[in-house]
């Protein structure tokens, strides 16, 4: 697990290539070769639609936000348990592209294939793939097949399809299939879950194949929503026949040509989500209808032109390690695909690449997502913080459900903004998760220097959620007068239920002082929206001092002998925890072959919890009590989920731990192209793709925006001779570039500003301005 992989992909900068076709990685590549756009999600799974078995692929098209939910089904049921799960759900296949030359059917796994190439190239959003096959009866052709989902027009996937006979004349035969017999694999990618969608849930009300296109809308089972979707086809060749199939599932056309053909397929879904019931599928005819009128090549070179815009704000340049450069891109760009970018939806932990954890959104996004956006497309961090602001309203029921008069609890993991988590202790009992919401509303304020967002929607949210820390805790003669939280779940996974969870207290702390702060802010600043807030939400005047005094003498468990800050007041009455005890093949996997309890009760973290927490709000610690809890928690902490190795090399960085920073980074940087958890086919993991980011930018260039200012510590790793990234900061843009000769920054646009480096404090003057430090430190 410490050691380093070897790549699985060739080491290219810029691309991902397969080089040849192997069904036992195809599940994997499935995921590596997803594309998506925030709202529509399509694995990389081939135009011949294999029927491969469960567990070797799955055909995945997803809209995002676009759920089917179940009841959920508890052996014992308590009041305030969530009724009804929600899950992500897969839609009609609209990519299956058959070719046949003469009567063979075009299969990979048949026959002699050469040249085979499957690239993602990262700097274009487009998935292409080139082979010559010859077909067990000997006829040779080139087959090259091209993708996107168009990163402009959100319900427009396009698909390019080239067949060139070699060593034949006649018939190739192309036959385009939408197949809405579709389910999802709940048992292969959450094998835990027992409450659905089992078989197929989508009813049909309307299939269609005619004049080139094929077409589809219909409506869950459950939960009420829409769909509509279909495609259009483009042909050039010496086309000879076409004809068209319907039955109740699955339409057809086929396409006859003499020789050579081309396709090109632009496939458009749309759900209820975004467009009016009734008008869904006249909505969906009419979008498709203009991107076939654009053309491939007009979308094609739009999406280059996003992608390029992407890299020249938000790429990572590193001199010196390829293989990293190549890993960090492959974060950034799935992180780009996977942001929804409407306010209509979040981001899955999994982005929209696999149905790993049923496509929940949980706090994945708000920690570790969100600050990368924040630096690089704060308007991408707005939408996906408005997903939780219109979601508002349901994390107040949520709230009285848990018995809180007041304010909102949002849910530990949610599609529609209501709570679906069924397992209490890992779920509803994550408290922490309205802390982190309100942290990344507050951040994205701070940085983004956006004071109409606090007054239309940030500051709402900052009360809403303080009040529940306000109402949830008490002060307890038993801790000395102070308050105290119990019966939450902080960030580690292998305790649960516990009192004075310090992750947990000190968030809320942050969230009370934020909420207080807000209401002060616009006391002062604008009356409007002050009294308007006050009457909205019914705060009364003594709400903020109250919040005051609660953040004041909140309580943070902390052991005098250890001198150390505990996870929580338990933390030292658990058995000390011996890894060896436990057989190799069970280590990774403690939940699948031991009890809960067993687990509960050993002194170990599954990941990053106490030193997160210290991370977030560095400015309360110094370097010597981060660098002790640090080595404190080093020693106990398993690492077993994705989101920790980057916050411990993100602060190995920052306590001088460089080879230990490094170590954590180069992990963290290839862990999913190098499938380090083994899980990679189940969907990407986006709070580590984010926390690679953070481990250069917070990490090696020791970026700090503590108390509104703009800090850097920056280093450059042994291992390299630069790196350079570009940052937004206060509405202005920077671009930071570190090499052996020293540090430099370039302000790129904006207003001037000062910037301290190692303590320093310059002035930036405004765009084309920059700052040399001759000496790294
Ligand atoms: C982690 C959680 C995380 C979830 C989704 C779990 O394994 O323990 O912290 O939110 O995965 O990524």
Redesign the pocket.
């Known amino acids: 697990m410490n050691g380093k992989k070897q790549p699985i992909y060739p080491v290219e900068p810029w691309s991902v290539t397969e080089t040849s076709f192997d069904t036992g990685c195809n599940y994997r590549n499935e995921t590596a070769f997803s594309l998506s756009n925030g709202y529509i999600g399509t694995r990389g799974t081939f135009e011949e639609g294999y029927d491969f078995p469960e567990n070797t692929g799955l055909e995945g098209n997803y809209i995002n936000g676009f759920y089917e939910s179940a009841e959920i089904r508890y052996g014992e049921w308590n009041f305030g348990f969530p009724e009804r799960s929600q899950s992500l759900l897969n839609l009609p296949n609209l990519k299956t592209t058959r070719i046949f030359l003469g009567g063979e059917a075009f299969d990979m796994r048949k026959g002699v294939i050469r040249d085979y190439r499957r690239t993602l190239d990262m700097r274009s959003g487009i998935l292409t793939r080139s082979l010559i096959w010859e077909s067990p009866g000997g006829k040779r052709a080139r087959v090259e097949t091209q993708r996107f989902v168009s990163l402009a027009v959100k319900h427009i996937m396009v698909q390019r399809v080239f067949v060139t006979p070699l060593n034949f004349d006649g018939e190739v035969r192309i036959l385009s299939v939408l197949d809405a017999d579709v389910e999802n694999h709940t048992r292969a990618a959450n094998p835990l879950v027992d409450y659905g969608p089992f078989g197929r849930t989508l009813v049909p009300d309307e299939i269609s194949a005619e004049n080139d296109t094929l077409f589809y809308a219909g409506h869950t089972a459950n939960s009420g929503m829409k769909t509509a979707c279909g495609c259009f086809h483009k042909l050039t060749g010496a086309k000879i026949a076409e004809s068209y199939e319907t039955d109740g599932l699955s339409c057809r056309v086929e396409y006859v040509f003499q020789g050579a053909a081309t396709m090109e397929k632009f496939i458009v879904y749309a759900s209820s989500l975004d467009s009016s019931e009734d008008g869904l599928s006249g909505f969906a005819r009419g979008v498709l209808e203009k991107a076939a009128n654009d053309g491939y090549d007009a979308l094609s070179e739009e999406q280059k032109a996003r992608v390029r815009s992407f890299w020249e704000t938000a790429d990572v340049e590193i001199d010196g390690d390829d293989a990293i450069q190549q890993g960090l891109r492959f974060n950034l760009f799935h992180l780009m695909q996977s942001a929804n970018r409407d306010g209509n939806a979040g981001m899955g ?1 999994k982005g929209l690449s696999g149905e790993g ?1 049923e496509g929940h959104y ?3 996004t708000e920690i570790y997502v969100l600050p990368v956006f924040t630096h690089t497309f704060p308007d991408i961090t707005k939408s996906l913080l408005d997903y939780r602001f219109n979601t508002l309203d349901a994390a107040r029921l949520r709230a009285r459900e848990l018995g809180h008069g007041k304010g909102a609890l949002y849910p530990w993991r949610t599609i529609n903004g209501f709570e679906c988590s069924a397992y209490l202790p890992l779920g509803t009992a994550q408290y922490h998760i309205n802390a982190d919401i309100a942290y990344a509303f507050s951040q994205y304020v701070k940085v983004a220097g956006d004071t109409d967002y606090l007054k239309e929607k940030a500051a709402e949210v900052l009360c809403e959620t303080a009040r529940v820390w306000a109402d949830v805790g008490c002060f307890s003669e038993a801790r000395g007068g102070k308050y105290c939280i119990c019966s939450v779940t902080g ?1 580690d ?1 292998y305790t649960a239920l516990v009192d004075n969870n310090f992750y947990t207290n000190l968030m809320a702390y942050g969230n009370l002082w934020d909420a207080a702060d807000a209401v002060r802010w616009l006391e002062k600043n604008d009356g409007d929206a002050f009294r308007a807030l006050t009457e909205k939400i019914e705060l009364s005047p003594d709400e903020p001092k109250q919040w005051e005094k609660i953040a004041s003498e909140m309580y943070l468990p902390f052991d005098e002998k250890e001198q150390v800050y505990l996870q929580d007041d338990g933390f030292l009455l658990r058995k000390p925890w011996d890894d060896s005890l436990i057989p190799p093949e069970k280590r990774r996997l403690l939940y699948e072959n031991y009890h809960p309890l067993f687990i509960w009760r050993q002194r170990m973290a ?2 990053a919890d106490t030193v997160l927490a210290m991370l977030l709000h560095s400015e309360y610690f110094d370097r010597e009590t981060i660098e002790r809890h640090y080595d404190y928690y080093g020693k106990v902490t398993l690492h077993h ?3 920790s190795k980057c916050v411990f090399g993100i602060i190995a960085s920052l306590i001088g731990k460089r080879e230990e920073a490094y170590r954590c980074f180069n992990e963290s940087a290839r862990m999913d192209i190098d499938d380090y958890h083994g899980n990679f086919y189940a969907g990407i ?1 986006t ?1 580590n793709m984010a926390g690679s980011w953070l481990s250069v930018v917070y990490g090696f260039a020791g970026l700090n925006t503590g108390g509104g200012k703009l800090k850097l510590s920056p280093f450059l790793p042994e291992a390299w001779r630069g790196y350079r990234f570009r940052l937004s900061f206060g509405g202005r843009r920077f671009e930071i570039s570190v090499k052996k000769s020293g540090c430099f920054v370039r302000q790129l646009s904006g207003e001037p500003l000062d910037i301290t480096i190692y303590g320093k404090i310059y002035r930036l003057d405004g765009e084309g301005d920059f700052i040399k430090c001759a000496n790294t430190e």
């Open positions: 932990a954890y949980f706090w994945d960030p996974e599954k990941q989920s994705s989101l993991h709070a």
